[in-house]
């Protein structure tokens, strides 16, 4: 397969300002007739090339006139015209069967809809079009469908007329007046209800809100449309951006490759990021749901208004909205507790992902499939890279530095580097060297070393940097790195103020002065730079900062590092003070002030992933040991502690009220420490707190933590949770789910034994995921010395693989982490990704993913 190379970006030969599309829609036969007005990009003379896939031209017309069969040709499933003038009208026609379309790009039939998916290249399965980020037009839609079956018929922008035809079908035509890509591209057909609302815009204009689901699921729409209205407001309030079509609609559907999509003016949504009641969706789930709404939403400004050049600048609007989506939801709740989550999702995944062969900087140099980089590195660290901007230049600056983006860049598609003019020149900064964050993939490492001098009351701070190498990056340039720090009094617990640092250099000395005792060092608070910080803090000293610290995140961080310490000792058989980690947990729960939610972070053990990350060779089975061992302490040792939390957090009625979540959060972090204490009354408290639940937080907790057991109130939880919710398609996936996170000795039978269930579905990515995604994340499972883990998922990697490339491509990731295991492991996994690349017809998704891996 081709490689595709940033260095290799042309501007396109030819622009198309405006294209008209008739859609006829039908599962089976759907005929889609393009206009397009195409005018020539400079002085050459290369022809129209108009992206296909899998499309064949049924007519092609230029000017109206139809071409004879040698005036244009395909190449590689593009359509090629050679073209005289400098403006031209061309028109084509092609059929397409939406209910045969599995890979779910470009229109496809999911749940009795039609409906669309262009990003990144799906545009090109609908029409003949050149399907890339700097081709922008305005569209005009017309659908045409059988009215009974599909009753609601919408497309991008404002609606602009409507009408019924004599055979029983009826007609609408939208038009959207802003120029856009063509991924942008969305339609809708299908029999769907409304939660409609409005909003008004800080200009006064009114906008009608749509959340279009099945008439059943509307009931669960509440909590998306306030999401919606309180993201509309937030844009304006902290952006200062408005919305600017007549109409928002959103359209769940079940089957989706992805979370959302922000497609203009008619966003597309996965239903689980849509659909939720307190009786089938967690709070992380309505967490979810507020999110997706306001990324998908903050994308019409940076991803829509201001779009990507080529794909190379992914992360531009990615990292961006990301960064975007973060702060609007710790304004909406905790800033200490969303910050916690997200570098632990960035841990989880961001960091695993710079550390193997997949490893890419957050603007790539190549692909083979575009599709392969909606990676954690694009999103979750390009969020990181646009954070450490605003930390540098204060709220004021980096508000300056985003207007001049918008208000320069609004209609064109740009590129990372616009960007970080744009805050270079709005903010007043330098950001010559911080552009390698851009460059360079792989996490910094830094060292951070402490020495007082008692004689002269001076601090030393050492610090050093290193990246280690990344595929096709051997060697790595000091990146600048901000790091917020405090230096803490111990006697008096308090410190002289957070300061700021830049380590710019490889080795650099940062000199305190004043400082009659050793101070405690607090670094990277906020998590300030998505490094790696090793110090020479003793135990007490994580101890003391787990009580004392006043950033919220250096305070959780040093709660982890104690936990780390510990474990680590123990995974290598050293003797471990286990003590001072109970003495830390009941530290934090005994303190009155912290909020519930932080605690139950705080407390919490890091998983056996990130412990794996800790370590030279995973020895999956010793972390596994070790982290039991600690759980089973710390919940023996507090029990009483743990018994008198769960009932005092025991809720009158469901509220959503940040109080609320943060009881249920502690709630279930102390039954999860009771029941792993093995006091005997241990699985029926689970199984009455299941039982008795009148929310999913609570119930899918309680299922987890029986779970992970052998009690006979497992095998009972499981049953009556599926004959409850057998029904409901994302209930079901949370059981699947929590089977498969399960830790549990028999957890890989388990998954074989659920692949084969009658519920189980390869044509559902979300039933997939929740079954092959979560399994490979449960470490301990997942790396069963057996290697039937790796068996199974690679057996589902080449079934879907036939289906869904793309789902199929994102399983593949967890088995590239060989070289991070012992030789028996990595050679099973090499042998399920040589086993994958051996198979006849293996797509482009699944082939870069497998071989990348090997490597
Ligand atoms: N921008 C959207 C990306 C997306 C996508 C990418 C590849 C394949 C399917 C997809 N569906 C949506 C989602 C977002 O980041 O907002
Ligand atoms: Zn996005």
């Given at each position: 397969?081709?490689?595709?190379?940033?260095?290799?970006?042309?501007?396109?030969?030819?622009?198309?300002?405006?294209?008209?599309?008739?859609?006829?829609?039908?599962?089976?036969?759907?005929?889609?007739?393009?206009?397009?007005?195409?005018?020539?990009?400079?002085?050459?003379?290369?022809?129209?090339?108009?992206?296909?896939?899998?499309?064949?031209?049924?007519?092609?017309?230029?000017?109206?006139?139809?071409?004879?069969?040698?005036?244009?040709?395909m190449?590689?499933?593009?359509?090629?015209?050679?073209?005289?003038?400098?403006?031209?009208?061309?028109?084509?026609?092609?059929?397409?069967?939406?209910?045969?379309?599995?890979?779910?790009?470009?229109?496809?039939?999911?749940?009795?809809?039609?409906?669309?998916?262009?990003?990144?290249?799906?545009?090109?399965r609908?029409?003949?079009?050149?399907?890339?980020?700097?081709v922008?037009?305005?569209?005009?839609?017309?659908?045409?469908?059988?009215?009974?079956?599909?009753?609601?018929?919408?497309?991008?922008?404002?609606?602009?007329?409507?009408g019924?035809?004599d055979?029983?079908?009826?007609?609408?035509?939208?038009?959207?007046?802003?120029?856009?890509?063509?991924y942008?591209?969305?339609?809708?057909?299908?029999?769907?209800a409304?939660?409609?609302?409005?909003?008004?815009?800080?200009?006064?204009?009114?906008?009608?809100?749509?959340?279009?689901?099945?008439?059943?699921?509307?009931?669960?729409?509440?909590?998306?449309?306030?999401?919606?209205?309180?993201?509309?407001?937030?844009?304006?309030?902290?952006?200062?951006?408005?919305?600017?079509?007549?109409?928002?609609?959103?359209?769940?559907?079940?089957?989706?490759?992805?979370?959302?999509?922000?497609?203009?003016?008619?966003?597309?949504?996965?239903?689980?990021?849509?659909l939720?009641?307190?009786?089938?969706?967690?709070?992380?789930?309505?967490?979810?749901?507020?999110?997706?709404?306001?990324?998908?939403?903050?994308?019409?400004?940076?991803?829509?208004?201001?779009?990507?050049?080529?794909?190379?600048?992914?992360?531009l609007?990615?990292?961006?909205?990301?960064?975007?989506?973060?702060?609007?939801?710790?304004?909406?709740?905790?800033?200490?507790v969303?910050?916690?989550?997200?570098?632990?999702?960035?841990?989880?995944?961001?960091?695993?992902?710079?550390?193997?062969?997949?490893?890419?900087?957050?603007r790539?140099?190549s692909?083979?499939?575009?599709?392969?980089?909606?990676?954690?590195?694009?999103?979750?660290?390009?969020?990181?890279?646009?954070?450490?901007?605003?930390?540098?230049?204060?709220?004021?600056?980096?508000?300056?530095?985003?207007?001049?983006?918008?208000?320069?860049?609004?209609?064109?598609?740009?590129?990372?580097?616009?960007?970080?003019?744009?805050?270079?020149?709005?903010?007043?900064?330098?950001?010559?060297?911080f552009?390698?964050?851009?460059?360079?993939?792989?996490t910094?490492?830094?060292?951070?070393?402490?020495?007082?001098?008692?004689?002269?009351?001076?601090?030393?701070?050492?610090?050093?940097?290193?990246?280690?190498?990344t595929?096709?990056?051997?060697?790595?340039?000091?990146?600048?790195?901000?790091?917020?720090?405090?230096?803490?009094?111990?006697?008096?617990?308090?410190?002289?103020?957070?300061?700021?640092?830049?380590?710019?250099?490889?080795?650099?000395?940062?000199?305190?002065?004043?400082f009659?005792?050793?101070?405690?060092?607090?670094?990277?608070r906020?998590?300030?730079?998505?490094v790696?910080?090793?110090?020479?803090?003793?135990?007490?000293?994580?101890?003391?900062?787990?009580?004392r610290d006043?950033?919220?995140?250096a305070?959780?961080?040093?709660?982890q590092?104690?936990?780390?310490?510990?474990?680590?000792?123990?995974?290598?058989?050293?003797?471990?003070?286990?003590?001072?980690?109970?003495?830390a947990?009941?530290?934090?729960?005994?303190?009155?002030?912290?909020?519930?939610?932080?605690?139950?972070?705080a407390?919490?053990?890091?998983?056996e992933?990130?412990?794996?990350?800790?370590?030279?060779?995973v020895?999956?089975?010793?972390?596994?040991?070790?982290?039991?061992?600690?759980?089973?302490?710390?919940?023996?040792?507090?029990?009483?502690?743990?018994?008198?939390?769960?009932?005092?957090?025991?809720?009158?009625?469901?509220?959503?009220?940040?109080?609320?979540?943060?009881?249920?959060?502690?709630r279930?972090?102390?039954?999860?420490?009771?029941?792993?204490?093995?006091?005997?009354?241990?699985?029926?408290?689970?199984f009455?707190?299941?039982?008795?639940a009148?929310?999913?937080?609570?119930?899918?907790?309680?299922?987890?933590?029986?779970?992970?057991?052998?009690?006979?109130?497992?095998?009972a939880?499981?049953?009556?949770?599926?004959?409850?919710?057998?029904?409901?398609?994302?209930?079901?996936?949370?059981?699947?789910?929590?089977?498969?996170?399960?830790?549990?000795?028999?957890?890989v039978?388990?998954?074989?034994?659920?692949?084969?269930?009658?519920?189980?579905?390869?044509?559902?990515?979300?039933?997939?995921?929740?079954?092959y995604?979560?399994?490979?994340?449960?470490?301990?499972?997942?790396?069963?010395?057996?290697?039937?883990?790796?068996?199974?998922?690679?057996?589902?990697?080449?079934?879907?693989?036939k289906?869904n490339?793309?789902?199929?491509?994102?399983?593949?990731?967890?088995l590239?982490?060989?070289?991070r295991?012992d030789?028996?492991?990595?050679?099973l996994?090499?042998?399920?990704?040589?086993?994958?690349?051996?198979?006849?017809?293996?797509s482009?998704?699944?082939t870069?993913?497998?071989?990348?891996?090997?490597e």
């Amino acid at each position: 397969p081709t490689i595709i190379r940033r260095s290799d970006y042309r501007p396109p030969d030819w622009l198309v300002p405006a294209i008209a599309l008739d859609f006829d829609l039908d599962p089976a036969l759907t005929i889609v007739r393009a206009t397009l007005s195409v005018t020539r990009n400079g002085d050459h003379d290369r022809p129209l090339r108009l992206d296909g896939d899998g499309l064949v031209p049924l007519e092609v017309k230029v000017d109206g006139t139809a071409l004879a069969a040698d005036d244009w040709h395909m190449e590689a499933g593009s359509l090629i015209i050679a073209l005289s003038g400098a403006a031209h009208s061309i028109e084509t026609l092609v059929e397409l069967a939406p209910e045969s379309n599995s890979k779910l790009m470009g229109l496809y039939a999911s749940g009795g809809l039609l409906c669309t998916q262009c990003e990144a290249e799906g545009f090109r399965r609908i029409t003949f079009f050149p399907d890339r980020p700097d081709v922008l037009s305005r569209y005009s839609v017309r659908l045409t469908a059988d009215k009974a079956r599909y009753p609601i018929l919408l497309a991008n922008g404002d609606p602009v007329d409507q009408g019924v035809l004599d055979d029983g079908r009826h007609w609408a035509l939208w038009n959207d007046p802003f120029p856009k890509p063509c991924y942008l591209f969305a339609l809708v057909a299908g029999d769907l209800a409304c939660n409609a609302d409005r909003f008004v815009t800080m200009s006064g204009r009114e906008v009608q809100l749509g959340i279009w689901v099945r008439e059943a699921d509307l009931p669960r729409t509440a909590h998306a449309m306030q999401a919606l209205k309180n993201s509309i407001a937030w844009d304006e309030r902290v952006y200062g951006r408005e919305y600017d079509l007549d109409v928002f609609n959103i359209v769940a559907v079940a089957d989706f490759n992805f979370g959302a999509m922000e497609n203009k003016g008619l966003n597309i949504f996965n239903s689980r990021y849509i659909l939720a009641d307190p009786e089938t969706a967690t709070d992380i789930d309505y967490d979810g749901v507020e999110g997706v709404v306001a990324h998908e939403y903050f994308h019409n400004w940076s991803g829509n208004r201001v779009t990507c050049r080529d794909w190379f600048q992914l992360s531009l609007k990615e990292g961006f909205t990301v960064f975007r989506d973060q702060n609007f939801s710790a304004d909406m709740g905790s800033h200490a507790v969303k910050r916690i989550e997200d570098v632990r999702i960035l841990r989880a995944a961001q960091f695993q992902e710079d550390s193997g062969p997949l490893a890419h900087p957050i603007r790539p140099e190549s692909y083979m499939e575009i599709s392969n980089f909606y990676t954690a590195t694009i999103y979750n660290k390009g969020a990181e890279i646009i954070r450490m901007m605003a930390l540098m230049l204060g709220a004021e600056r980096f508000r300056a530095g985003s207007d001049l983006y918008f208000d320069r860049h609004d209609g064109q598609a740009a590129t990372c580097e616009d960007f970080v003019v744009a805050m270079e020149e709005g903010g007043g900064i330098d950001l010559t060297q911080f552009r390698r964050w851009y460059e360079q993939a792989g996490t910094p490492h830094v060292r951070a070393l402490l020495r007082h001098d008692a004689a002269t009351g001076t601090v030393d701070l050492d610090l050093q940097q290193s990246i280690p190498p990344t595929p096709g990056q051997p060697d790595k340039q000091p990146m600048a790195i901000p790091l917020r720090v405090a230096l803490f009094d111990p006697a008096t617990g308090t410190h002289h103020g957070d300061e700021l640092l830049m380590l710019t250099e490889a080795q650099q000395n940062v000199r305190f002065e004043g400082f009659a005792a050793p101070p405690i060092l607090s670094i990277n608070r906020g998590f300030s730079a998505p490094v790696i910080v090793e110090t020479n803090r003793s135990q007490d000293d994580l101890a003391f900062l787990s009580a004392r610290d006043d950033d919220p995140f250096a305070r959780y961080e040093a709660m982890q590092q104690l936990m780390v310490n510990v474990l680590v000792g123990a995974i290598a058989g050293q003797p471990v003070d286990d003590a001072a980690v109970v003495a830390a947990v009941r530290n934090t729960i005994s303190d009155p002030l912290l909020d519930p939610a932080f605690v139950a972070e705080a407390i919490r053990l890091p998983s056996e992933a990130y412990l794996g990350d800790q370590m030279a060779v995973v020895d999956p089975d010793a972390i596994h040991a070790a982290r039991e061992s600690l759980q089973r302490r710390i919940g023996a040792d507090l029990a009483p502690l743990w018994r008198d939390m769960h009932s005092r957090t025991k809720a009158n009625g469901f509220s959503l009220s940040p109080a609320a979540k943060g009881a249920r959060k502690l709630r279930n972090a102390a039954l999860h420490y009771l029941v792993a204490s093995g006091a005997e009354d241990g699985p029926a408290i689970a199984f009455a707190q299941f039982h008795e639940a009148d929310n999913m937080t609570e119930r899918q907790a309680a299922l987890a933590t029986l779970a992970n057991g052998t009690s006979m109130e497992r095998d009972a939880a499981i049953d009556i949770f599926y004959n409850r919710y057998g029904h409901d398609a994302l209930t079901l996936d949370k059981w699947f789910q929590t089977q498969a996170f399960a830790l549990h000795p028999d957890t890989v039978d388990q998954v074989e034994e659920l692949g084969r269930h009658k519920a189980f579905t390869l044509s559902n990515p979300n039933r997939v995921r929740s079954l092959y995604g979560a399994f490979s994340g449960n470490q301990w499972a997942f790396h069963h010395r057996s290697g039937k883990g790796y068996q199974l998922v690679a057996d589902c990697i080449i079934a879907l693989d036939k289906r869904n490339p793309q789902t199929a491509a994102r399983l593949v990731p967890p088995l590239g982490r060989w070289k991070r295991f012992d030789a028996d492991r990595a050679a099973l996994m090499r042998a399920q990704l040589s086993r994958i690349l051996a198979q006849p017809g293996l797509s482009k998704d699944v082939t870069e993913q497998a071989s990348k891996s090997l490597e």
